[in-house]
């Protein structure tokens, strides 16, 4: 029981809590890197293992579907792939050149006519060499068809911007007529 004279004690409040003084750091010495601890064991053989295991499942699933297609299909797409981009036959088109001159400005322009001789819808890239008299060249440069069906014809026209290396008496040859797929 309380003395109900005597005045209740009450506690003593804590102190408030101290602000630290700065205190100045030594400066720290640099730390050395990390180590970086490459594991080696059981772990790291099994997923070799598995990715070698993969990689010749794969190898075999492709040589499997070239044995099943056999050399003729295969041949046949290289074919395909020949007609739509490659060096096109000489006895798919028959190429001129009508016209050998300097432009307006002195620019190297060829121009002449390409006529589809095969029996199957084609685009050609005709491809010009202009040289100087002397053999130096001036530049090599291109023109595109349409799609021209069997014995269609179209005109086409080359022009060389290098008017800087052409000299008068230059010569225009036709370097190589490729088959295209940019023809509309």
Not at 79 to 92: C, F, K, L, R, Y
Request: proline residues 9%.
């Amino acid at each position: 029981m309380t003395d109900p004279t005597q005045p209740n004690p009450t506690p003593p409040l804590p102190p408030p809590p101290s602000t630290p003084a700065a205190v100045p750091q030594a400066p720290q010495a640099p730390q050395a890197p990390q180590t970086i601890v490459v594991k080696e064991g059981a772990g790291c053989w099994k997923i070799g293992g598995i990715v070698v295991a993969v990689l010749a499942v794969l190898g075999l699933i492709g040589g499997g579907c070239a044995v099943l297609l056999g050399g003729a299909a295969v041949q046949s797409i290289d074919e395909a792939v020949q007609e739509s981009t490659g060096i096109a036959s000489t006895t798919d088109y028959d190429v001129e050149i009508t016209d050998c001159e300097a432009d307006d400005l002195f620019d190297a322009r060829a121009a002449g006519t390409i006529t589809n001789i095969s029996d199957k819808e084609r685009s050609f890239q005709i491809e010009v060499k202009f040289t100087n008299p002397d053999g130096s060249l001036i530049s090599t440069d291109s023109d595109f068809t349409d799609k021209l069906d069997p014995g269609q014809s179209t005109g086409w026209e080359v022009l060389s911007f290098a008017s800087n290396e052409a000299t008068p008496g230059f010569l225009c040859d036709i370097s190589e007529v490729s088959n295209s797929i940019f023809g509309s």
